[in-house]
């Protein structure tokens, strides 16, 4: 049995999906980030910088593992899937995981800082970070346009790059003219356990294509900016 410490965001669902797929037995812990339950002393001794999400695996004598990319690593090799076993077929994998990890998560999550969070909009902030977005997401593209997964069958390096992209439009970065890109998105939205994992826990926000989600996001986006400057959180980013 594991415990999954989590909230809805984008890293948070990387490791919901992962559990889904696996069909691994989990109990989920739900951390209320505006109430700051990430930086109290008891999840600290878990993960001590105080992030989602968190697991601990309780049939290895509770042991802990913290950062998004480190648990998928970990579940894929407990057991034996999602990851190749071959050492080239694993490199790619872990290529693509690094990809989201070090480009993607931070990017997009700078992104909605600045486009989303921030009481004040600064546009050349705003600009280049959905650029960066956006080149990432060609980069997505272009490899996908030769290859149905990013590395090889489906795996972790899937599920973490599309936990991001599903959220595109709340950073503000189009997906127009990439074919290839939305082939792969939907392909991955229309898993069972994809399905299932995005609603542990679900987010408040509807953030697909097909949702008009402006007037909601508004709300949420006042609410966050309060927080912000009255500094009683911090807006989410890559955890």
Partial sequence: MLTLYTAATPNGHKVSIALEELGLPYE????????????????????PNGRIPAIVD????????????????????????????????????LQWLMFQMGGIGPM?????????????????AIDRYQA????????????L??????????SIADIANWAWVRTHRWSGISIDGLPHLRRWRDAIRARPAVQRGI???PSKLDLSDDSD????????SEQARSMIVTGRTTPPKEA
């Fill in 213 to 220: 989600t402006d007037e909601q996001a508004q709300a949420f």
């Fill in 58 to 93: 309780h049939d290895a004598d509770d042991f802990a593992v913290f950062e998004s990319g480190a648990i998928l690593v970990y579940l894929a090799e407990k057991t034996g899937r999602l990851m190749p076993h071959d050492t080239k077929g694993r490199s790619r994998v």
């Fill in 108 to 124: 997009m999550g700078q992104a909605n800082v600045f486009y989303r969070y921030f009481p004040e909009k600064i546009q050349p």
């Fill in 145 to 154: 346009a030769h290859h149905e997964w990013l590395a090889g069958d489906y």
């Fill in 28 to 47: 989920l812990h739900v951390l209320d980030l505006s109430a700051g339950e990430q930086k109290r002393p008891d999840f600290l001794a878990i993960n």
């Fill in 199 to 201: 609603e542990r826990p």
């Fill in 132 to 143: 960066e977005g956006r080149r990432l997401f060609e980069v997505l593209d272009d490899h």
